[in-house]
Each structure stands twice: as structure tokens, then as C-alpha cells.
């Protein structure tokens, strides 16, 4: 994207290669009679943690909007599809930008002639051969990554203690070998991912529920509250209940 003639062009990239990172989210870009919208969708039903999946979403799309947009990082709106969280007087002041919600669709609207804006960095040569070396990513790791959004979906359809690998296995009808083998070629451990989506639970729970945090750690399979305190801080950086006080509206 540093190497798109312009900002349009970057976008376009964003849209077509952002799958090669993440395969839960889709990225989708138009333009209108006088506005740029950049859309997203997630591919698997992430159930209760769809809100947190959708606010990470957007704050990538933040940043990401204000490095290449820099001074120009105004007139810019976010729209959610989901009603007003409880902590919804923070979206404001995170995204530095208007927010809307109970909208059609996720989505982020900016002034179209902004699309026309000069990447600083932009150079043909390097950029035909990024977009070479992504095409060649996207055809050979599609099936991997496949295989990382279907153990997240998989995942996110449990209600309570995730399975291991080779039960992960059995459930999406392959050998536990075939498994590991994907998940090496694309960069992620199994543990990485289960991870990932204990983190988004937890979260979410912290948040909008009024479970104790021993009860969320039950949930989330931990027999021992204390190892899901350090898990968390790992995962966040600070503890069950001092995330809790900050994002919980009360």
C-alpha cells in the first residue's frame, strides 16, 4: 500500500489483500456521488463476540486511515450495525471522529476527494512487485487460511472448553498432521488461535455481563481462576478486573 500511486489505489489494495492476514474480515471499498465507503463483513458467525471482533476491526481501520491521510485525518464518520454498547461513550473519543449506530452496515465514509490524495511513497516498480509477491501468497496459503477461519468459526460455536488439536481435527474432518501442516504454512499455532478467541470472549463478558471473573473463567474452561488472570494479562496486558473498570460503563 506505501508504494500506491494514490490513496484510492491503497485502498484497493487494502480490499483485495487484506484476507492474506486476517480471513475473518472482508474488506469492501465504493465510492458515491460524494463519498468514499469502506465497508467490512465478517466471514463466520462470531456470535457474542461479534461487537469486540467489529471494534478491533474499526480501530485498525483508524489507524490505518490516519497514517496514510495524516493532516487530512477529518470529515471522516464511522457506522456500526449494532445498537449502542454500554460502553458506547468511548467510541468517540477512541476514534477521534463522529460515530453512528444502529446503521445498515459497518462501515467508514470519507470525503471522495480524498481518494485522489498522492501517496508519498509511491513507486510503480516496488509496488508490482509487492502486489506479485501477494498473489503468489493468496494462491499458495488460500487453503490454509481457510483452514484458520474455519477453526475460529469452529470455535466461537462452542460454549464452553475448546477442544485440543487432534479434537480440532476430528471436527473439521482431517488428520491432526494435515492440521499442524496447515497451520505452519500459514503462520499461525493452534494455540495462538484459541487464544485469540478466549481473549474476545473474555473480553466481551468482562464488558457486557455481569459474571464475576471466576465465572468467566469457568466458562472459558479455566478450573483454576488464577491461571486465567495470568492468561488475560498476557493476552491484555492488564488484569481481569482493571479491564473491566475501564471499558465497563457503569
Same mark, same amino acid.
Given at each position: 500500500?506505501?508504494?500506491?500511486?494514490?490513496?484510492?489505489?491503497?485502498?484497493?489494495?487494502?480490499?483485495?489483500?487484506?484476507?492474506?492476514?486476517?480471513?475473518?474480515?472482508?474488506?469492501?471499498?465504493?465510492?458515491?456521488?460524494?463519498?468514499?465507503?469502506?465497508?467490512?463483513?465478517?466471514?463466520?458467525?462470531?456470535?457474542?463476540?461479534?461487537?469486540?471482533?467489529?471494534?478491533?476491526?474499526?480501530?485498525?481501520?483508524?489507524?490505518?486511515?490516519?497514517?496514510?491521510?495524516?493532516?487530512?485525518?477529518?470529515?471522516?464518520?464511522?457506522?456500526?450495525? $449494532?445498537?449502542?454498547? &454500554?460502553?458506547? =461513550?468511548?467510541?468517540? @473519543?477512541?476514534?477521534? %471522529?463522529?460515530?453512528?449506530?444502529?446503521?445498515? #452496515?459497518?462501515?467508514?465514509?470519507?470525503?471522495?476527494?480524498?481518494?485522489?490524495?498522492?501517496?508519498?511513497?509511491?513507486?510503480?516498480?516496488?509496488?508490482?512487485?509487492?502486489?506479485?509477491?501477494?498473489?503468489?501468497?493468496?494462491?499458495?496459503?488460500?487453503?490454509?487460511?481457510?483452514?484458520?477461519?474455519?477453526?475460529?468459526?469452529?470455535?466461537?460455536?462452542?460454549?464452553?472448553?475448546?477442544?485440543?488439536?487432534?479434537?480440532?481435527?476430528?471436527?473439521?474432518?482431517?488428520?491432526?498432521?494435515?492440521?499442524?501442516?496447515?497451520?505452519?504454512?500459514?503462520? $499461525?499455532?493452534?494455540? &495462538?488461535?484459541? =487464544?485469540?478467541?478466549? @481473549?474476545?470472549?473474555? %473480553?466481551?463478558?468482562?464488558?457486557?455481563?455481569? #459474571?464475576?471473573?471466576?465465572?468467566?473463567?469457568?466458562?472459558?474452561?479455566?478450573?483454576?481462576?488464577?491461571?486465567?488472570?495470568?492468561?488475560?494479562?498476557?493476552?491484555?496486558?492488564?488484569?481481569?478486573?482493571?479491564?473491566?473498570?475501564?471499558?465497563?460503563?457503569?
Amino acid at each position: 500500500m506505501l508504494s500506491s500511486e494514490t490513496f484510492r489505489d491503497a485502498l484497493k489494495v487494502l480490499c483485495k489483500y487484506a484476507k492474506t492476514r486476517n480471513p475473518v474480515v472482508q474488506y469492501d471499498f465504493k465510492e458515491t456521488s460524494n463519498l468514499a465507503v469502506l465497508e467490512f463483513s465478517q466471514m463466520v458467525d462470531l456470535k457474542g463476540a461479534r461487537i469486540l471482533y467489529t471494534e478491533g476491526s474499526m480501530a485498525t481501520v483508524k489507524t490505518f486511515l490516519k497514517f496514510f491521510l495524516a493532516e487530512k485525518f477529518k470529515d471522516i464518520n464511522f457506522y456500526f450495525s $449494532y445498537l449502542p454498547p &454500554s460502553h458506547a =461513550n468511548l467510541y468517540e @473519543e477512541l476514534l477521534e %471522529c463522529p460515530v453512528v449506530f444502529s446503521w445498515t #452496515k459497518d462501515q467508514v465514509t470519507f470525503p471522495l476527494e480524498y481518494l485522489d490524495i498522492p501517496m508519498p511513497l509511491a513507486e510503480a516498480t516496488a509496488l508490482d512487485i509487492a502486489l506479485l509477491q501477494c498473489e503468489g501468497f493468496i494462491s499458495q496459503a488460500a487453503e490454509d487460511f481457510g483452514v484458520v477461519g474455519r477453526i475460529k468459526a469452529t470455535l466461537f460455536e462452542l460454549e464452553s472448553q475448546f477442544p485440543d488439536l487432534k479434537n480440532m481435527a476430528s471436527l473439521l474432518n482431517m488428520t491432526p498432521r494435515t492440521l499442524s501442516r496447515h497451520l505452519n504454512e500459514s503462520g $499461525y499455532s493452534f494455540q &495462538s488461535i484459541v =487464544n485469540e478467541v478466549l @481473549e474476545i470472549r473474555a %473480553c466481551h463478558f468482562l464488558i457486557n455481563s455481569n #459474571k464475576s471473573v471466576k465465572e468467566i473463567a469457568s466458562i472459558l474452561g479455566y478450573a483454576v481462576v488464577s491461571n486465567f488472570r495470568r492468561a488475560f494479562k498476557s493476552w491484555t496486558g492488564e488484569s481481569p478486573n482493571v479491564y473491566q473498570t475501564k471499558h465497563k460503563q457503569s
